[in-house]
């Protein structure tokens, strides 16, 4: 018996070290590039043609970080990727908010309130998660032009929020049925009506899938570039489309540094917001996974 448990134990211990070890390799393997990156921005050119890849910096210093921020070149403008930044930030943002907003009360609709046809309504919504980006390219430049909004930041939030509802109101629909109805059935009964409680005990329940629409929908507005390069121009584009100008201007010496400086730019708002709010994802979208 005492030789069965030694084995059995010998045998999970085992188990346990090639998955810790596998693991290991997968961090290893995937925090590699931001490794190479962070070392690289912080390097002179100098030590970047004559030394190793993946060594440290001898010296290390700011001003690959400086220089993509205020005078790098994206193309002929030589500005930085500053006013980019704050592009992306103004359309960012409202966007963010609106189509989370909008895919709340979708989901409240769907759930408490249901009418004829709104199984239907909702299934063609989820087509809308589907349809690819180059698909929406033409009859949305043709709306926008319609609406007066073409080539705007105004224009940039439209296309976001119109091609996000899809996917917050899938989100708060498959929370909200978790919630039982009979708490909007003795608010009824109360005499609420239909936003009284969406804002009185739908919205402060709603905590979880809030952050799930926010995370999701940031790190597709912040990172996408073909609605910000097809919609916009000039000095309004986003950074996407900066970045993509900074990395390949053909003219001047090729300044990996400042490279590399400018994709970690691109990257930190998202990388801040899966850090300050990343536990609260996984929570949020299994909290719908076994109802509805």
């Not at 905590?207 to 926010?214: Q, R, T």
């Not at 010496?253 to 994709?263: G, I, L, S």
Request: hydrophobic share 50%.
């Amino acid at each position: 018996m005492a030789e069965m448990t030694s084995t059995r134990n010998t045998g999970q211990l085992v188990g346990r070290t090639i998955v810790y070890g596998l693991l290991v390799l997968v961090c290893f393997y995937y925090l590699m590039p931001l490794f190479v990156m962070i070392t690289t921005s912080l390097k002179s050119l100098d030590e970047i043609r004559s030394g190793n890849l993946l060594s440290m910096p001898q010296d290390p210093n700011l001003d690959a970080w400086g220089k993509a921020w205020s005078s790098a070149c994206t193309g002929i403008q030589c500005e930085g990727l500053a006013g980019f930044f704050w592009n992306s930030v103004s359309f960012v943002v409202p966007a963010v908010l609106i189509s989370t907003l909008i895919g709340a009360v979708n989901g409240y609709v769907l759930t408490m309130w249901r009418f004829r046809g709104s199984d239907l309504l909702f299934g063609m919504l989820m087509i809308g998660c589907f349809i690819p980006f180059q698909v929406v390219l033409l009859p949305m430049a043709r709306t926008l032009g319609a609406m007066g909004i073409a080539n705007s930041t105004a224009g940039l939030v439209f296309v976001h929020v119109v091609y996000g509802l899809a996917f917050t109101t899938l989100f708060f629909r498959n929370y909200y049925v978790t919630i039982p109805d009979e708490l909007v059935k003795a608010a009824k009964i109360d005499g609420a009506g239909f936003w009284l409680i969406f804002r009185r005990i739908i919205l402060p329940l709603s905590a979880p899938i809030i952050v799930v629409s926010i995370i999701w929908q940031f790190t597709q507005v912040w990172n996408d570039f073909l609605f910000g390069v097809v919609f916009s121009s000039g000095d309004r584009q986003p950074i996407t489309v900066a970045l993509n100008n900074l990395v390949n201007t053909s003219t001047g010496v090729k300044e990996y540094n400042v490279d590399m400086a400018a994709a970690i730019i691109a990257a930190l708002p998202t990388l801040f917001v899966y850090v300050v709010a990343g536990k609260y994802f996984v929570r949020g979208l299994t909290a719908g996974a076994v109802k509805g």
